[in-house]
């Protein structure tokens, strides 16, 4: 058969590393049979993909997009793109999302990936399986289950993880939370900022998500407290947003008390506070890798573990330009 010497690829999750990674290895057909790329929801994009909802889809899976409505991107395009598929030069520097997911959808339409995307479909287990040869060659059981209820094995030869870093919350400690009375929320639930007109908010952190929401939250009448570690921020920010130092923790009564020994009693207190990585599908004894929240040990450039040099966990890199650093 014709693959049947060329290297099987798994591709986990068909956001912009997903859909890059299988965008390489078709265009290496001599090498790499074509890529099976597993994606969980029904459409290509991963976290540009904007979803109304929160909590969970109609089928119980864990909606992935953390997606607000009015969110425009804090990089310009012109160093956003991947290096050999521009955008269109009509559009702005700064994009909206809508945009950005255009833009992945022609990626993936114009290097023919559709075809090898099973939608649909989670990854719930991925397994190394070596066998004893002279060269202790290593394959992958990729354990999948269909939104419609099949689970099947397929055996890989190697694995690109690109399942995303921005859907599950990471929730710093507080001690004393719950005391507190009012909403809680992540930023991965915040969508726009109606349902908070005329409340009092406390934004807990000042990432670009953080002073993102501020802005929009001040914007429709809420009185925001900006938390944060870091120096005061000297931009302008509207009417209604002050900023305050970290929260110490939250008294009996419900009240907030901040580092400085100012309280607050707001209605919604909402964590900005970033993402866990998250991996439910690897066993990390196995692999020999220590997965904490916002770290994971050891990996070869970031990227491969070196036990498991067929295994990659692509764009786990921060403060950078991403769609160039998967193309890389």
């Known amino acids: 058969p014709p693959n049947a010497e060329k290297?099987?690829?798994?591709?986990?999750?068909?956001?912009?590393?997903?859909?890059?990674?299988?965008?390489?290895?078709?265009?290496?057909?001599?090498?790499?049979?074509?890529?099976?790329?597993?994606?969980?929801?029904?459409?290509?994009?991963?976290?540009?993909?904007?979803?109304?909802?929160?909590?969970?889809?109609?089928?119980?899976?864990?909606?992935?997009?953390?997606?607000?409505?009015?969110?425009?991107?804090?990089?310009?395009?012109?160093?956003?793109?991947?290096?050999d598929f521009p955008f269109d030069p009509k559009l702005p520097s700064f994009l909206s999302h809508r945009d950005v997911l255009q833009y992945l959808e022609r990626y993936c339409e114009s290097q023919g990936i559709m075809p090898h995307i099973k939608f649909g479909t989670m990854v719930e287990e991925v397994k190394p399986i070596t066998v004893m040869t002279g060269e202790g060659k290593t394959t992958w059981e990729v354990t999948s289950c269909a939104a419609s209820g099949g689970r099947r094995t397929d055996t890989f030869d190697s694995v690109f993880i690109c399942n995303g870093h921005y859907s599950v919350p990471y929730l710093p400690s507080i001690p004393g939370?719950?005391?507190?009375?009012?909403?809680?929320?992540?930023?991965?639930?915040?969508r726009y900022p109606e349902p908070f007109a005329g409340h009092s908010v406390v934004v807990l952190g000042a990432g670009p998500s953080g002073a993102d929401i501020s802005v929009e939250l001040a914007d429709v009448g809420a009185q925001v407290i900006l938390s944060h570690g870091n120096t005061p921020i000297k931009c302008l920010f509207p009417t209604g947003v002050h900023q305050a130092p970290p929260i110490s923790k939250v008294l009996e009564n419900g009240e907030l008390q901040f580092l400085d020994g100012s309280l607050a009693h707001p209605q919604v207190l909402l964590f900005c506070t970033g993402y866990k990585f998250n991996y439910p599908f690897l066993d990390t004894n196995i692999l020999g890798l220590q997965i904490q929240d916002h770290w994971i040990s050891p990996l070869y450039k970031f990227l491969v573990p070196p036990a498991f040099p067929s295994l990659f966990i692509v764009g786990i890199c921060k403060i950078i330009c991403p769609f160039p650093h998967f193309d890389c």
């Open 177 to 190: 939370l719950e005391h507190f009375k009012g909403r809680v929320l992540h930023s991965h639930s915040y």
């Open 7 to 83: 290297v099987r690829v798994a591709v986990l999750g068909a956001g912009a590393a997903g859909l890059c990674a299988a965008r390489h290895l078709l265009s290496r057909p001599e090498t790499f049979a074509p890529p099976v790329v597993f994606e969980m929801t029904e459409r290509v994009g991963g976290t540009w993909v904007y979803e109304e909802r929160t909590g969970v889809y109609d089928n119980g899976w864990p909606i992935h997009s953390s997606m607000y409505r009015d969110l425009r991107t804090n990089l310009p395009k012109e160093v956003m793109m991947f290096p």
